[in-house]
């Protein structure tokens, strides 16, 4: 299984948003209150990246069409998405955080 390197907790402070690989696919990796969630960065309405989307009440809004997924679960919230994005595992270890599947 794959971990990948994001970076260390203090270079990633509240709103902190960042894309990463893990196994060849884009993963955001967004800093929301404190707590570090990874989502696949694409769009499950069309391909779009969630990279830079404003992040609000624990979601993300999609900036192509408004689309919002919640962070903790990936569910699509609003329309026009639908479908689930992918989510994936953050952990800190000594001060550093690291993305893997789950
Ligand atoms: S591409 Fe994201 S809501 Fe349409």
Do not use: W
């Amino acid at each position: 299984m794959s971990r990948v390197r994001v970076g260390k907790v203090e270079d990633l402070p509240e709103g902190f948003q960042s894309a990463v690989e893990v196994d060849g696919v884009s993963v955001l990796v967004v800093n929301y209150e404190g707590t570090y969630y990874a989502l696949r960065n694409n769009c499950t309405h069309k391909d779009y990246p969630l990279l830079g989307g404003e992040v609000a009440d624990g979601r993300i809004t999609c900036e192509k069409h408004g689309g919002k997924f919640e962070l903790a679960t990936g569910k699509a919230k609003t329309l026009p998405a639908v479908k689930p994005v992918r989510i994936y595992k953050t952990e800190v270890e000594d001060g550093v955080v690291y993305v893997l599947p789950l």
